[in-house]
């Protein structure tokens, strides 16, 4: 459940800003 | 009437949940500009954006807010946002007073840019917020920010408006605070309407907390 928390925070965290 | 209908709708809530969405995704791509700040455990970053991202938005809105008629005006006249506005996405002035005296105080001490941008930098890496682990890298963090500002204002903010800017700067730090803390309130009573939370981001649910999960 911990690692689903959060998943769009996660997501726009890891993603390579252009 | 118009008023009634309007607030018993929250007429201005989808647009102002869509503008404080991606406000968020913005503060997101500013904080992982932050030196440090990608080398803290995912987690803490986690804890650091969630419990900053209101606040950062505040000091963000200032460029935009006008102390000729109280406004944030972004751009034309067209995208002018008035207290009511506001109101009318659900908050009361329980928040809003508080928040546009914020306002005028910070629009007040003319910050440059870089001292603004290290406000919000130095808002995001408070060690102090609940959940953080590593407290004590995230304030070392803060305190090389800190140290960089005041060298910033000793070396190139000259004249009457600097005395006692930085202190003046951390007090702002304080009041938002308290806003936060007002924000989270509202915030919470208006998720907790199902025709209300539903008119919200999953962004805005997952950031501010979305009590029906």
Redesign the interface.
């Known amino acids: 459940k911990k690692k689903e928390n ?5 997501y ?2 890891d993603k390579d ?1 252009v | 009437a118009s008023m009634n209908i309007g607030f018993s709708q929250l007429s201005m809530l989808p647009h102002l949940a869509d503008l404080v969405s991606y406000s968020i995704q913005k503060v997101i791509g500013f904080a992982k500009m932050i030196p440090g700040f990608r080398d803290l455990a995912a987690d803490d970053q986690i804890v650091l954006l969630k419990s900053s991202a209101i606040e950062v938005i505040m000091l963000r809105s200032n460029q935009s807010f006008t102390l000729e008629d109280m406004t944030w005006t972004c751009g034309s006249d067209d995208f002018k946002y008035r207290i009511s506005d506001v109101t009318q996405a659900g908050h009361n002035m329980d928040l809003l007073e508080p928040l546009v005296k914020f306002q005028v105080g910070l629009k007040k001490l003319n910050l440059h840019e870089e001292e603004h941008v290290l406000l919000m930098a130095i808002c995001i890496l408070s060690p102090d917020r609940p959940g953080v682990q590593d407290t004590a890298l995230v304030e070392s963090l803060q305190d090389r920010l800190s140290e960089i500002l005041q060298s910033y204002i000793r070396c190139r903010h000259p004249g009457p408006g600097s005395r006692l800017l930085y202190a003046k700067m951390i007090q702002k730090l304080t009041d938002l605070r308290s806003l936060n803390e007002e924000h989270s309130r509202q915030y919470r009573c208006l998720s907790f309407q199902p025709q209300h939370s539903m008119q919200l981001t999953p962004l805005v649910l997952e950031v501010f907390g979305n009590e029906i999960s």
Do not use: P, Q, T, V
Request: proline fraction near 0%; glycine fraction near 0%; aromatic fraction near 0%.
């Open positions: 959060n998943a769009l925070l996660r726009l965290l800003d």
